[in-house]
Nanobody, 121 residues
């Protein structure tokens, strides 16, 4: 069974930075595209960044230029560096392995507990 453990969230002022980590186990991590999702209160879960097994990345327009996704296959860990944070980035952040099908990324069946990011002065 896949296990995903997110960490690194917290309370930060607007303009600040955080680095999230997601450790995966029970999966062949290196072959999967990995993604970071976020879910704000009352909103649907949103995919904000993806990284393919070879390292190519993609970002939602809302975070492009501010967030950077990376991975360390030796540690089965994916990261999300978040800079220039805004109040609208406030959400619970989750990672997952992704499957690409018919032009859309689909998450795996297992989710971690997520990590809360709150951007507020």
């Amino acid at each position: 069974q896949v296990q995903l453990v997110e960490s690194g969230g917290g309370l930060v002022q607007p303009g600040g930075s955080l680095r999230l980590s997601c450790a995966a186990s029970g999966t062949i991590f290196s072959i999967y595209t990995m993604g970071w999702y976020r879910q704000a209160p009352g909103k649907q879960r949103e995919l904000v960044a993806t990284i393919r097994s070879g390292g190519s990345t993609n970002y939602a327009d809302s975070v492009k230029g501010r967030f950077t996704i990376s991975r360390d296959n030796a540690k089965n860990t994916v990261y999300l560096q978040m800079n220039s944070l805004k109040p609208e980035d406030t959400a619970v952040y989750y990672c997952n392995e992704l499957t690409f099908y018919s032009g859309t990324y689909y998450p795996g069946d297992y989710w971690g507990q997520g990590t809360q990011v709150t951007v507020s002065s």
